[in-house]
């Protein structure tokens, strides 16, 4: 198609300029976020030292790190159930079922949790994270499911057949067979759904309770009172432990059996 390569071309232009300005400004050795003043870690530092950003930087990363967990441990049997069986009616609603997350508006998914959560806060009197790590958990299922289920669906299932053939009990043969050729899969998942975890805003903004910001809801809340080289310096930092877990998973993920 004519004019397709220029119009990919200044649709990533568009994209990523943005951030490679805030990613150069992050090294701004003065205040201003337009005017260039020469290469300094000085906002890094001051961020780095920062006791707000300490703080919600290890929320974010402690409900990222369990709701990951969990959401990878549910898609892993979730995709056993759906792969190693034969089809069956009703076999495609699961699949539906499973990755509704995907299909519908994630400010859906915010209302709804909120609505059930409040609810819960009420009756039990909790309003701990546990509803965050919650929220995140089933947002993040269908995100590791996908690699999960990818992975199972590219083994071959002549090794498994083989050790139920040698006696070897489901458990067993799971453990010594299927769960070694699945863990590049799981660990797909598992980084996918981190990173999608750590970067939530919508649902961690309707689903948190007073004082339990993220990171993400933290720099939206900054960003309200003006842009600072600190705002800069932290995203830059959120960007390269994305871009450093998406590469990883990249290459997790390419691996074949």
Known sequence: ???AGTLAVATFFLLYIPMATLVVFAFNSGQSLSVWEGFSFRWFVSAWHNAAIQEVALRSLLIAVVAATCATIVATMAALATTRTAPYPGLTFKYAF??????????????ALLIV???????TGYSGLGYLILAHTAFCIPFAYLPIRARLESMDLTLERA??????????????VTLPLLKPGILAGFMLA???SLDDVVITEFVKSGGQDTLPTYLLGQLRRGVSPDINAVAT?????SAVVVTIYFLINRRRV
């Open 163 to 176: 050790a139920a053939d040698l006696y070897a009990p489901p458990l067993a043969a799971f453990r010594r």
């Open 1 to 3: 198609m004519p004019g």
């Open 98 to 111: 499973i990755n509704q997350p995907l299909m519908v508006p994630e400010i859906v998914t915010a209302v």
């Open 194 to 196: 981190f990173v999608i």
């Open 237 to 241: 930092m959120f960007l390269a432990l």
């Open 117 to 123: 959560f409040s609810r819960l806060k009420v009756w």
